[in-house]
């Protein structure tokens, strides 16, 4: 069974960052698009984040532009998300998603994902 398990979540003052990593397992990493979403409290979960299955395309969310970046390491089966200049609006619950591709596209909706990590908490305090 595919397994993602994401890591590295945590509190930080605003300002601050965090690198956020997501361990894929049971699957070949390299044919998937992964993505990272975020989920706050009695919101419904946003897309953040993407990249193609080879590294090459990646998109943010024009709310973390500028502050996150998305990257892998198909080697390690693993995708990162670094997130600077972090603020009290990015505190959420923070998943990485996988999808089969057979091509270099990114996916930027939730519908659009087969495989979802469990999440890792992300507080920023003011």
């Not at 193609?52 to 500028?66: L, M």
Request: aromatic share 12%; charged share 15%.
């Amino acid at each position: 069974q595919v397994q993602l398990v994401e890591s590295g979540g945590g509190l930080v003052q605003a300002g601050g960052s965090l690198r956020l990593s997501c361990a894929a397992s049971r699957l070949p990493f390299s044919t998937y698009a992964m993505g990272w979403f975020r989920q706050a409290p009695g919101k419904e979960r946003e897309f953040v984040a993407a990249i193609s299955r080879d590294g090459r395309r990646t998109v943010a969310a024009d709310s973390v532009k500028g502050r996150f970046t998305i990257s892998r390491d198909n080697a390690k089966n693993s995708v990162y998300l670094q997130m600077n200049s972090l603020k009290p609006e990015d505190t959420a619950v923070y998943y990485c998603a996988a999808v089969f591709t057979t091509g270099w596209v990114v996916i930027t909706t939730t519908t659009g994902y087969t495989y979802w990590g469990q999440g890792t908490q992300v507080t920023v305090s003011s």
